[in-house]
């Protein structure tokens, strides 16, 4: 069973338009983060947020907004009035506490989002 | 903010020779990993290594694979031998020991091309 699903492959918008990723993940810990990451063309990974499993608090950061549910194991991504620069693959992540350290990344498969003008 | 690095940042390799990736994690981690991307694919975990030994591997991390901290500062990645299939995006990250607020910090990747 996959520990983190993204169920969009691709995503194509054009600018302006609010885009929302989905992930949904899977773990049995109580203690485990969340996370995104961008990674443009050029593919490094560029690192958006994180969320540790006791904080549900929904976040926002300028047109990026995370939406964090535990009821329904999801974690998405919101893009409000997308832009070009907006176009990338969008990786989710899961990182499970061992006790001493935060275990290995599950990766989601990504989200291809293309936004055009 | 200190960062990962890695070099190079691409490699071209013959099929069937060896070639060693660095890293130098941030400098008070403790925790050392190397994940893989083959194009178009997702990032998969590869090795963890703390204390001068392998803590965990992936079943992708077979003989062909080494890592070693050779200098208390790198972090490298060896692959003997290399085939077609090695061909991916290799990144790096380090992270600490506790439960912190940091996220898992990656390197920039190493483009891999096996001709």
């Known amino acids: 069973a996959q520990k983190v699903t993204q169920a969009q492959t691709e995503i194509s918008v054009v600018e302006k338009e609010d885009v929302t990723l989905d992930c949904v993940y899977e773990?049995?810990?109580?203690?485990?983060?969340l996370f995104w990451y961008k990674q443009p063309p050029s593919g490094e990974l560029v690192f958006l947020i994180r969320r540790n499993s006791f904080d549900e608090q929904n976040e926002i950061s300028g047109r990026y907004s995370w939406n964090f549910q535990k009821s329904t194991s999801s974690f998405n991504f919101t893009i409000t009035a997308s832009q070009v620069v907006d176009s990338a693959v969008y990786f989710c992540a899961l990182s499970e506490w061992r006790g001493y350290n935060f275990n290995k990344f599950y990766f989601g498969s990504g989200t291809k989002l293309n936004v055009k003008p | 903010e200190p960062e990962v690095t890695q070099t190079p940042s691409h490699q071209v390799t013959q099929m069937g020779q060896e070639v060693i990736l660095r890293c130098v994690p941030i400098?008070?981690?403790?925790?050392f990993y190397w994940y893989r991307q083959i194009l178009g694919q997702k990032v998969e975990f590869l090795v963890s290594?703390?204390?001068?030994?392998?803590?965990?591997k992936s079943e992708i991390f077979d003989d062909q694979f080494s890592v070693e901290r050779p200098d208390g500062s790198n972090f490298t990645l060896k692959i003997r031998s290399t085939k077609l299939e090695d061909s991916a995006m290799y990144f790096c990250a380090s992270g600490e020991n506790r439960v912190g607020n940091q996220p898992q910090h990656f390197g920039d990747g190493t483009r891999l091309s096996i001709l």
């Open positions: 400098s008070n981690h403790l925790y």
């Open positions: 290594f703390y204390n001068n030994e392998i803590s965990e």
């Open positions: 773990t049995r810990d109580t203690t485990y983060y």
